[in-house]
């Protein structure tokens, strides 16, 4: 019998030694539970031709394919991927929505000895348990946002928050994105559904009873959008605000941002589309120091005419006083362990 799970905390809490994805590898790209790993037994073609079968054929011949298909990619993985598990293996399976994929697997792996069960009702359970999560109910926390001008280094003190031991999610390292018009990271965003399941994990591994520390971001990292349930809680949390010099915050996005200010052509193709909002001149000024390759000046440059207006225009229109603000000089590892430990303070009196 296939195994029901209430809620998320339940679901991720399984017990099991291993998650097992049997969907297709397009499937599996797009989203799947976290820890899972994906053994299918369709490949995307196959999927698509079983498929096919279906809807212009019968469903019969589909069903004689696509069992001839299963169990020779299940004899596959058992006697490449899964050969060296002992006999007390327990793995946990699912397909789409629980049916003969999972179902057809898991039973293969019983008949071995292994003690195999299946997700009732497979991804799609999980995906309406992850909605529910995000997008239905409150989250379960008190967020604590961390605030202040682009270069602040707020995604870098997360890091040394946690290493003090406070609870942190690190939204645009979910999200790989940097959070701005400069942000995008090595290998692209996940999608919407991969960046859920993160966020859902993330925070179901947390303690409720205790603050959790996020960045202050707008509704959208990237092009990944933050679950209602999440961004209300932002929109409500009590803010830390972080102060650095312009210089030291120029300094220290020079070095963030090393990879794109190295890339003279991307870089010229993000910023030539703001001729829009910050005009030809400045733009222009932009361009020219890139030709000249002064990544300081160039640095400084974005951060006055263009990140600290839009800052200051998005603060204008949604006015949030600060619980705590917290100055530093230098935004260099021992500059930011103090500024960490005073945040870690301001957490105690809130």
């Not at 299963?70 to 490449?80: G, L, S, T």
């Not at 919407?192 to 707008?218: G, I, M, N, T, W």
């Amino acid at each position: 019998m296939a195994l029901k799970f209430s809620d998320l905390a339940q679901l991720y809490a399984h017990g099991f030694d291993t998650v097992i994805d049997v969907r297709s590898p397009a499937e599996f790209a797009e989203d799947h539970l976290p820890g899972a790993i994906n053994l299918p037994v369709l490949d995307n073609e196959e999927r698509a031709r079983v498929g096919t079968i279906y809807k212009q054929q019968s469903p019969f011949l589909a069903r004689k394919l696509g069992a001839a298909l299963v169990f020779r990619n299940a004899a596959n993985h058992i006697e490449h991927s899964l050969s060296h598990h002992e006999g007390n293996w327990r793995p946990l399976v699912y397909c789409w929505r629980g049916g003969q994929r999972s179902g057809s697997f898991a039973w293969t792996l019983q008949q071995i000895g292994w003690r195999a069960e299946v997700i009732e009702g497979g991804y799609r359970t999980y995906r309406r348990l992850v909605n529910a999560y995000l997008y239905e109910q409150p989250l379960p926390f008190r967020l604590i946002a961390l605030d202040g001008y682009t270069g602040t280094a707020k995604t870098e003190l997360l890091h040394h928050l946690q290493r003090r031991g406070v609870q942190v999610v690190d939204l645009e390292g979910l999200a790989n994105h940097r959070g701005s018009l400069l942000g995008e990271m090595p290998g692209g965003q996940p999608s919407q559904k991969a960046f859920e399941s993160a966020l859902s994990a993330a925070f179901c591994a947390l303690d409720p009873a205790r603050p959790v520390v996020v960045e202050a971001e707008s509704s959208k990292i990237g092009e990944r959008i933050l679950p209602p349930s999440l961004w209300t809680g932002m929109c409500a949390a009590p803010r830390i605000q972080i102060v650095a010099p312009v210089a030291a915050r120029a300094a220290y996005l020079m070095q963030a941002y090393d990879d794109i200010l190295s890339d003279s052509a991307r870089l010229r193709d993000r910023l030539s589309p703001l001729r829009v909002h910050r005009g030809h001149e400045v733009v222009d000024a932009w361009l020219a120091l890139i030709d000249a390759g002064d990544k300081r000046a160039l640095t400084r440059a974005l951060i006055e005419q263009h990140y600290d207006p839009a800052y200051a225009k998005s603060r204008r229109a949604h006015p949030i006083d600060p619980v705590a603000r917290v100055e530093v000089q230098k935004l260099d590892d021992s500059g930011l362990r103090q500024v960490a430990a005073e945040i870690e303070a301001a957490l105690d009196q809130l």
